[in-house]
């Protein structure tokens, strides 16, 4: 199962399709492990699977109690066409609750949302948290810069956009000299095995069957749409998946 998560890991930026096979893999083998479904998540969703991703990102939030997921959520919702609903969602956590990066994504997902309605006033709105500070640059900084330097594009206000792509390039550069001074330091890597899973090979991923979308029948987030039987998981020939 591991193998296959360092796999999805290692190919979800050139190969993401090859990647979100061995995500899915990792799920036959032990589909109640929450990184295992956040993996098959990310994957799914740079496939542009929104519906397979937004399943999987509900299974994980039950299976972590974590909503760090919470922006790609919205944005899956977006993906569905349905921005209403990613607003909703949006909304339904305190903000202050979760972490400075994720409180900027979801800031950035729910200005897409009222971009989708044709709304840029308030999707400017939803960009202007304290976060947007032009004197500080952190790793969030230049994608929330870019957000608000497009919304004000949208606006007509290309004066003040120009600006702010001035400082996306001044927060990327920071960050990349930043990078530079401590591509030497040293972090601790843990392993987390799952027992009775640790033989997987990584090279091929397993022939999985798509998993789909779930229907609108299906759409109750409280739904436990992308559960696996991990006490007995099998590939689509039937097999044992071990």
């Not at 990647?19 to 990310?42: C, D, K, P, W, Y």
């Not at 399943?55 to 994980?60: A, D, F, K, M």
């Amino acid at each position: 199962m591991a193998r296959h998560l360092v796999a999805a890991a290692m190919l979800v930026d050139d190969d993401p399709e090859t990647a979100n096979q061995h995500a899915l893999s990792a799920a036959r083998r032990a589909g109640r492990v929450g990184v295992v479904r956040e993996t098959a998540a990310i994957t799914a969703y740079r496939l542009g699977d929104f519906a397979t991703a937004l399943r999987e990102l509900r299974t994980y939030r039950r299976i972590s109690g974590r909503n760090d997921q919470l922006p790609m959520m919205v944005d899956c919702e977006r993906g569905l066409g349905r921005p209403e609903r990613a607003l909703e969602l949006g909304r339904s956590v305190d903000r202050a609750a979760l972490d400075t990066p994720v409180q900027v994504e979801l800031a950035i997902a729910m200005s897409g949302a009222r971009l989708d309605l044709g709304n840029p006033t308030a999707a400017l709105g939803e960009l202007e948290i304290p976060q947007l500070d032009p004197s500080t640059a952190y790793t969030w900084s230049p994608a929330l810069y870019s957000a608000y330097a497009a919304t004000l594009e949208e606006l007509g206000r290309q004066d003040e956009a120009d600006e702010w792509w001035a400082r996306v390039d001044r927060a990327a550069e920071a960050l990349a000299e930043v990078a530079d001074e401590n591509a030497w330091e040293t972090v601790d890597v843990v392993e987390e095995e799952v027992e009775g899973h640790d033989g997987d090979e990584p090279g091929e991923p397993d022939q999985l069957e798509p998993l789909g979308d779930p229907g609108p029948e299906h759409d109750d987030p409280d739904d436990d749409l992308g559960e696996i039987d991990d006490d007995n998981p099998t590939d689509v020939d039937g097999s044992a998946a071990d």
